[in-house]
């Protein structure tokens, strides 16, 4: 997590759903539809949510797709989807918070957290990207200035304002938490999934659109 002025706060952050009762492995109690922020600072069972919830987002029966059968064994069979699905889905994004209005723009629906990049657009790119709906968050650059407006379907939405080079601050931040949290979840990973290391490592490099190269989990 990284801030501006101690005012604009920008986090990745995961959709969490309920858990009903998962036991393959430890997970934390998160209150669900909440939003868990991906960073180096989570405890192990956090961890463990957030690969749950990643994992439960490609846990779709490959019946209309070329991928292999399921696994019988139920870790195999969960965690099918994310090692074979080629393009995944995390459902998430960047949650952005002015701690001086209280406002807070979030990730609309289906959007993921793999396409999180699409924010170097509004500062390097088209100078404009919009986040899902329900509600419709949408960025846009205006000369040297950003709005975000929470919800673009509204004619009176918040809306939070600040310059390209806080955003370009913040988006950078945000980066270095993803980057921490894939190397937390690499030693998580490696702790918890043993079997299944290598692939899983890869596909949550993947899906928060990071290299695997440099994510090594700790011997």
Known sequence: MRNTSQVIVMQPVLEIHPSDGFALWPVAEIESFSYLPLSGELAPAEVGTAVMRIAGCNDIDPEHDDRPPRPADPL????????????????????????????????????????????????????????????DPFAERLADTVRLTVDAEQNDSPVIVLSVTELRHLLDGAEHDLTNFLALAADWVSSYLPNHCTPVIAALARVLALPAAAVQPKP
Do not use: I, Q, Y
């Open 76 to 135: 195999g069979s969960f965690l099918h989807g994310l090692l074979t699905f080629d393009n995944l889905f995390a459902a998430g994004g960047m949650r952005v918070t002015d701690s001086s209005t209280g406002t807070t723009f979030l990730p609309g629906c289906c959007n993921g957290l793999e396409d999180w990049r699409d924010w170097r657009k509004v500062v390097d790119g088209s100078g404009r990207a919009s986040f899902g709906h329900d509600p």
